[in-house]
């Protein structure tokens, strides 16, 4: 731990009390001075640390950033994101996640970003998220599955989501085939999923998670104005995102936990559940391919199976979908 994380660990102990400038300088084994110097770094970062001559200090209030210590804090789970990065900015967190991977990082390792530089989508999209707005999340697996199952966990993680926003937030989120989650007709969520594979085998999976949290009306960049929501414009309010990360790391650990144990099938019923586009009529545009039908059921690889006006039914494996009627 650094002094700044020992310093913070002191102050949360004692949320309602001062702690001395002595008592922590021997704690820390610096001196007095010196930890004056990491109170004002640490205010610098946004936390709201009282000091009054002769009693000490006193942890007021901490910032909603993705801060490795205010993050372990809340962490509720297991085993996912219990080894963390946090960065300012980066290209993509799943680019990090991916090199972090491939150096042997665990399963469950949690790569957090405030901004990415180059944030991705499918089919090299973009993904536009304000500074410290939102969650951009890409978290390592190691599943022992063929490749193409991949997509089972993109179907985890968008249920995982819509959970978390239903039980934390109490918003209607539903999942739209096969990677968003939205409420109302707008996108909250994507995911997007990445892997390193051997011919029949996951070596690891990178699943990343962009979550508009706290992106205000204004913030929202031209490109998605008309299509993006984040969780403080449907509620009218700001939310802990910190809180929001905690809530999502444990409904995901607990899916993927499920998924390891008894395979797909609960999975999929909880997405048949909380899918706005089961029984629907749709489209679908994939490439430069158009097709129209009734979604009858999500397969084991996570494809869409469209029942045609013909009366076949025919199974779409990626694409971008529309709810027709
Ligand atoms: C996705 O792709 O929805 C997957 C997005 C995954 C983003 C995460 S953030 C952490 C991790 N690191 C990365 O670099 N990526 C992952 P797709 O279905 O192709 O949708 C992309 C489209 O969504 C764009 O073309 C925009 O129209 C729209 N979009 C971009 N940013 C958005 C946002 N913040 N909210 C809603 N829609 C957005």
């Given at each position: ?26 704690r ?19 936390y709201?640390?009282?000091?009054c001559?002769?009693r000490?200090?006193r ?13 372990r804090?809340?962490l509720r ?21 991916l090199?972090?991977?491939?150096e ?10 405030e ?12 993904w ?30 968008a ?11 109490d918003?209607?989120a ?28 996951i ?7 962009g979550?508009?949290?706290n ?26 995102r ?6 999502l ?34 489209e ?8 129209t039908g ?11 199976m469209?029942r045609?006006d ?16």
């Open positions: 731990m650094t002094h700044d994380e020992r310093l913070l660990a002191l102050l949360h102990k004692r949320p309602d009390d001062y702690t001395s400038g002595a008592e922590l300088a021997e820390l084994g610096v001196s007095r001075t010196t930890v004056w110097n990491h109170v004002e770094a640490l205010r610098k970062e946004g709201v640390i009282e000091a001559t002769r000490g200090y942890l007021v209030s901490a910032p909603d950033r993705m801060l490795p210590d205010e993050i804090r809340r789970t297991q085993w996912l994101g219990r080894r963390l990065w946090c960065y300012r900015e980066t290209d993509s967190t799943n680019d990090v996640a090199a972090r991977a491939a042997g990082a665990p399963e469950g390792a949690v790569v957090l970003a901004a990415q530089r180059r944030g991705r989508g499918r089919f090299h999209r973009k536009l998220s304000p500074p410290a707005a939102n969650i951009l999340a890409s978290v390592i697996l190691r599943p022992d599955c063929h490749p193409s199952l991949v997509s089972q966990l993109v179907i985890a993680a249920v995982a989501v819509a959970e978390t926003l239903r039980s934390l937030h918003l209607d539903h999942i739209k085939w096969p990677n968003d989650v939205c409420v109302g007709t707008r996108k909250v969520a994507g995911i997007l999923a990445e892997l390193s594979a051997e011919a029949e085998q070596k690891h999976a990178v699943i990343g998670i979550l508009n949290v992106m205000a009306p204004a913030e929202i960049p031209k490109a998605i104005r008309a299509t993006a929501t984040s969780v403080r414009i449907d509620l009218g309010h700001e939310v802990s910190l809180d929001t990360l905690g809530e790391l444990v409904h995901f650990e607990r899916w993927y936990d499920q998924w390891r144990r008894d395979g797909f099938a609960p999975v999929k019923a909880r997405w048949a559940a909380l899918s706005s586009s089961l029984g629907r009529r749709v679908i545009v994939s490439g430069t391919a158009k097709i009734l979604v009858a059921d999500l397969d084991d690889d996570g494809g869409l469209l045609l013909s009366g076949l039914v025919r199974k779409v494996a990626s694409g971008d979908m529309t709810v027709v009627g």
